[in-house]
């Protein structure tokens, strides 16, 4: 393989002092060698920040930035302006990686000109390091395509998985089309970028290997209470994904990517369903949703509608109604 070829890996530090030494040595110990690894600590308040400065003094590929705390989109924003490799991949500070996981993604990349390499995760440890389950594997095989082809093909075969870690990019498909993070979405900024970059790329190749350790621990941002932000960043996003369902002239593509705003809507309801409706912000962001599903549509699937061709649809479309309906005190129009 070309040594000319070079890769950067960024990975965002918050407060993981205890695991980033196994993240960054999985870096280290790949079979490829021509890396730079990109350590961007977001403010942290523990030993993280001393030792990012440690790897920059014992290692010559890695570079380290230091930011306010922003959160991880913009940690992955700050890696990416710097990054001067031909591929990126975003790497979560507390997991870490198989040894030949980049090797084999640069191969695939290159052997498929491609634009985009999924891959799927071993298994998921709890802090201890106790494996507590699979996590992210596939069970279907996917040919190289489109990537717009290919955010339908895994959506409907309910194997697209909206991890960020989860694939390997050619960096110059998000300079050319400016795509980055979405700062300030909480659980979704993952699934924002990786929509956008699906809508954008050319072609998207599935390597069927499991390269990825995930670390599911207490306080990490996948597993944070629900908040009133979640369902504000939810709708924001529902917003987008559904411009798109109807800029597209494609009606697989654009049933998709429907379908894929109502699995979104129904999150937002479910989230809604936990909050104190006294509150005004609250109620604000219940009448919002209520707009939304209009927007989506949702409203008009009800008890006439043919269960058989709209049975999700007739469900959600309920939830849409008893959450109207709650914040009306009726079931008359909002």
Same mark, same amino acid.
């Given at each position: 393989m070309s040594n000319e070829i070079k890769v950067s890996v960024i990975i965002p530090v918050y407060n993981i002092e205890k695991y980033l030494n196994r993240c960054v040595e999985s870096v280290y110990n790949q079979t490829f060698s021509n890396l730079e690894i990109i350590l961007v600590n977001d403010g942290s308040s523990d030993g993280s920040a001393s030792l990012c400065e440690e790897h920059q003094k014992l290692e010559n590929r890695v570079k380290v930035i230091h &930011?306010?705390?922003?959160? *991880?989109a913009v940690a992955r924003n700050a890696g990416l302006e710097i990054a001067d490799g031909k591929y990126v991949y975003f790497l979560d500070g507390d997991d870490w990686i198989k040894e030949d996981a980049i090797e084999g993604l640069v191969r695939s990349a290159e052997t498929h000109l491609c634009d985009v390499v999924i891959f799927d995760s071993c298994y998921m440890v709890d802090e201890s390091g106790n494996i507590i389950g699979d996590d992210f594997t596939r069970k279907n095989r996917y040919s190289p395509m489109l990537g717009h082809e290919m955010f339908c =093909?895994?959506?409907?075969?309910?194997?697209?998985? &909206? *991890? %960020?870690?989860?694939?390997?990019?050619?960096? =110059?498909?998000?300079? @050319?089309?400016?795509?980055? /993070?979405? %700062?300030?979405?909480?659980?979704?900024? @993952?699934?924002? /970028? $990786?929509?956008?970059? /699906?809508?954008?790329?050319?072609?998207?190749?599935?390597?069927?290997?499991?390269?990825?350790?995930?670390?599911?621990?207490?306080?990490?941002?996948? &597993?944070?209470?629900?908040?009133? $932000?979640n369902v504000e960043c939810c709708c924001y996003f529902i917003g987008i994904v559904n411009e798109h369902a109807k800029q597209t002239s494609e009606i697989y593509l654009r049933r998709t990517i429907k379908f894929y705003a109502y699995y979104l809507y129904e999150l937002s309801i479910m989230m809604a369903e936990s909050l104190d409706i006294r509150e005004r912000d609250v109620l604000d962001m219940l009448f919002r949703i209520i707009d939304l599903g209009n927007e989506i549509g949702v409203g008009k699937y009800d008890d006439s509608c043919d269960i058989e061709s709209y049975p999700h649809e007739r469900v959600l479309s309920r939830k849409y109604h008893l959450l109207r309906g709650k914040i009306t005190g009726s079931n008359s129009n909002v």
């Open positions: &930011q306010k705390n922003a959160g *991880s =093909e895994m959506w409907n075969n309910k194997e697209y998985f &909206q *991890s %960020a870690c989860l694939i390997f990019i050619r960096k =110059e498909l998000l300079t @050319d089309k400016k795509i980055l /993070f979405p %700062a300030g979405m909480m659980h979704y900024d @993952d699934s924002l /970028f $990786k929509f956008i970059l /699906f809508m954008n790329a050319g072609i998207v190749v599935y390597l069927p290997e499991k390269l990825y350790y995930r670390r599911i621990r207490e306080g990490s941002i996948t &597993q944070n209470p629900i908040v009133l $932000k």
